[in-house]
């Protein structure tokens, strides 16, 4: 778009009737001056060759139709309005610079003056013709003097002087307005185009995973994205120091600050969040230095590096187990041996028993590494929770030891679930087997709750098993699902990774949480059965 393909407007822009209410100011001042000199003694000599009373009368009359004019146009919304405005305007002028004897009073650079201010508001042929009004106005008005004032013969020059002046007043501002014009529709155009950028970047603000944060100097926080408030565990963070929010971000930060060349430590916010990455920006903005923050959740990442590392692991094992199985079950079969002899004393007996518990704990151990390279892909199935978990109970109470007791209670009607009911049969089983186990060591006899529900919340199936056992310590709940961890010299330290494995390869999520009468709370959040494919 340029200045000659700009289309005219046929309503009044908002800074057309800006203009116009400055012009009906300048009429009403104009109206008002003529009035005061007219009044005065200046009157007489001011014109020699002037008609006073039809200068007094249109004076008058200029004065009270701009009045009337600014009482009744205040906000012309048309062009046509403002044409019809200036032509009148012109037309009164014209009277009065006849009335006042033509050129040398003085009112030619009134009319030309409103043809250009009438040109700043209208636009192509329509503000040339109130031009072309002017021009034949004058020129004729002074022929006409000349007829009866023989003295005016000498003004037809400077007639058509101020006639050129209107045509050329007209054309400059005309162009003038219309780049003006040009500029101020471009200059919209960038605003609405910054204000769609700036929603569109707050909008992409507020749905990134990646939580930012925007420091001023005092470690107060500016700008916080719903993604940082999510990753720290906070319902509002704008506002308030991070010193109180997150002192371990704080710590991360001074850190940078002191040796920006560092790599930050990752970092926890609050108990059982995410694993965070923080990086650190410089953010001039004029005479002080914020810090521009940015927070990554890498649990994820640290998830599939364990699971890179946990798939090498298992395909070395794969390749060595012949290798090792060999030699640890002749090493198993000779304690065997030895235990069966007659000769050996109680201590060696004692050591070789102690030989084949650990060749019994080594072989689990590559089993485990084994089914860990070996897990195949889950087959969900849709299933009716509260008829699968009656028959798993009474399954596992067929087969359970003396003095073990699992209570199954189910709130609801129909609770369903896609799941592969395979894996949950491990998952459940080991869980199962974990509570019976702590429950015995308290108590002597080991006892274990199942309670399925529905979250009110989530909308989503739940299933708790509950035992009553001392519990995991706060200090080790953040490691209890990592590979190989272990509070026991038997167990192998997988049993929790795997089933929590085998919950997210099915969509499901487990979860710890200490129970409120003492002991633990694994929890098993179920997808929607519509969710899986």
């Known amino acids: 778009m340029n200045a000659e393909t700009l289309p005219a407007p046929s309503e009044l822009s908002a800074q057309g009737r800006r203009i116009f209410r400055l012009y009906s100011l300048y009429r009403l001042l104009i109206g008002l001056t003529l009035v005061g000199l007219i009044s005065s003694e200046l009157d007489d000599q001011f014109m020699e060759l002037a008609r006073p009373e039809l200068f007094r009368n249109a004076a008058w009359f200029y004065l009270i139709i701009n009045s009337l004019i600014a009482v009744a146009v205040p906000r012309p919304r048309h062009m046509v309005q403002v044409f019809s405005l200036a032509l009148v305007d012109v ?51 002074t022929f006409y003097l000349s007829l009866s004032h023989p003295r005016a013969n000498t003004q037809f020059v400077q007639a058509g002087g101020f006639g050129a002046l209107c045509f050329a007043a007209a054309l400059f501002l005309q162009g003038l307005s219309r780049r003006l014009q040009l500029s101020e529709t471009l200059a919209e155009q960038r605003a609405a185009d910054v204000a769609s950028l700036e929603a569109l970047n707050a909008q992409i603000l507020e749905r990134m995973r ?46 940078w600050l002191a040796n920006p060349t560092l790599r930050p430590q990752s970092l926890q916010a609050f108990a059982d969040g995410p694993t965070l990455q923080p990086s650190f920006v410089p953010l001039p903005r004029g005479d002080q230095q914020n810090t521009l923050v940015f927070l990554d959740d890498i649990s994820q990442i640290a998830q599939q590096a364990q699971q890179l590392k946990l798939a090498s692991l298992g395909r070395l094992t794969a390749g060595i187990a012949h290798e090792i199985r060999n030699p640890l079950g002749a090493i198993s079969h000779a304690a065997q041996l030895l235990q069966e002899s007659e000769e050996l004393d109680g201590p060696d007996r004692r050591l070789a028993q102690i030989i084949q518990d650990h060749s019994r704990r080594m072989n689990l151990v590559i089993e485990n590494v084994l089914q860990l390279s070996r897990r195949r892909q889950s087959e969900p199935q849709l299933l009716d929770l509260k008829y699968w978990l009656t028959r798993f109970a009474s399954e596992f109470r067929g087969s359970a030891a003396p003095g073990q007791t699992l209570h199954l209670h189910t709130l609801g009607s129909t609770l369903q679930t896609r799941m592969d009911p395979h894996q949950l049969t491990q998952v459940l089983t080991n869980l199962v087997q974990n509570g019976l186990r702590y429950s015995a060591r308290k108590h002597g006899q080991g006892q274990v709750w199942l309670r399925l529900f529905r979250d009110p919340e989530s909308d989503l199936p739940v299933l708790e098993v509950e035992d009553d056992g001392e519990g995991v310590p706060p200090e080790q709940v953040h490691n209890i699902f990592e590979p190989f961890f272990t509070t026991e010299n038997k167990g192998t330290g997988l049993g929790l990774y795997l089933s929590r494995e085998l919950c997210e390869s099915n969509q499901a999520r487990l979860d710890y949480k200490p129970r409120e009468a003492g002991g633990s709370c694994f929890r098993i959040t179920f997808a929607h059965p519509r969710k899986l494919s």
Do not use: K, W
Request: charge should be positive.
């Open 210 to 255: 990646t939580g930012i944060l925007v420091l001023d100097p005092r470690n107060r926080i500016l700008l916080a994205n719903n993604g940082a408030l999510a990753l720290l565990g906070r319902d509002e963070l704008q506002g308030r120091n991070l010193a109180v929010q997150c002192p371990a971000l704080l710590g991360s930060l001074e850190q």
């Open 91 to 141: 037309l009164i002028l014209s009277c009065l610079f006849y009335a006042g004897g033509g050129t040398p009073s003085g009112v030619a650079n009134l009319i030309v003056v409103s043809v250009a201010i009438s040109n700043i508001l209208l636009r192509g042929r329509i503000g040339l013709l109130v031009a072309a009004v002017a021009t034949l106005a004058l020129i004729y008005l």
